[in-house]
């Protein structure tokens, strides 16, 4: 299977598919640990994430070995990145699994308010709440997540614990996997 969040920049995404990830037999690939490494090189992210699009070369590797995967990146900012799952997807025999990640925008900027980010030539994302709070704001308006709620799994709402709203994603999911884990 392949498990594929979106919503906008800081909602939470990758907190709930790291959630996932500890509960069922998932290979976790992370855009932002991609991005990450491409900058700690000294490499473009854009020309490698983008144009090379090594996230879904990666889900591409691990399902041709038979994985199950969790591709961690916005797959509402850009019409290719669901088309490219959609397209793993059938060339692998796996099933995609759309999951909606929101919260309220007061939540979210309280919460970024608050939070002490990592700089940049230390490897952080984003350099400061501000930055964080326009990625927030820009890609809450810029892309339209309702388009995609036909394809959706699930919606998680990431003010929300986690745990009985991801329950029954799980129980989902393991069916979609086979076999039972802890």
């Known amino acids: 299977i392949i498990v594929a969040p979106y919503g906008p920049s800081c909602v939470g995404k990758s907190t709930v598919m790291r959630y996932l990830a500890e509960k069922l037999p998932l290979v976790h690939i992370q855009n932002d640990a991609i991005r990450l490494f491409l900058r700690g090189n000294g490499m473009d992210e854009n020309e490698y994430l983008y144009k090379h699009n090594l996230l879904s070369r ?3 590797e691990f399902l041709r070995n ?3 995967v969790i591709l ?3 797959f509402a900012s850009d019409n290719n990145h669901v088309q490219n799952a959609e397209k ?3 060339e692998h025999d796996a099933k995609l699994f759309l999951i909606r990640v929101t919260a309220s925008q007061s939540y979210i900027l ?3 308010k608050n ?3 990592l700089p ?3 490897g952080g994302l984003l350099p400061d709440a501000n930055t964080a709070i326009e990625h927030f704001l820009r890609s809450s308006k810029q892309f339209n997540y309702d388009n995609l709620m036909s394809k959706t799994l699930s919606v ?9 709203q991801l329950d029954p994603i799980i129980t989902a999911l393991r069916e979609a996997i086979g076999g039972t884990y802890n």
């Open 58 to 60: 990666a889900g591409e």
């Open 110 to 112: 309280k919460k970024l």
């Open 88 to 90: 793993l997807a059938d």
């Open 120 to 122: 940049l030539d230390k």
């Open 66 to 68: 038979g994985y199950s």
């Open 115 to 117: 939070t002490k980010f």
């Open 156 to 164: 998680v709402d990431s003010s929300e614990p986690l745990g009985s």
């Open 72 to 74: 961690d990146a916005n």
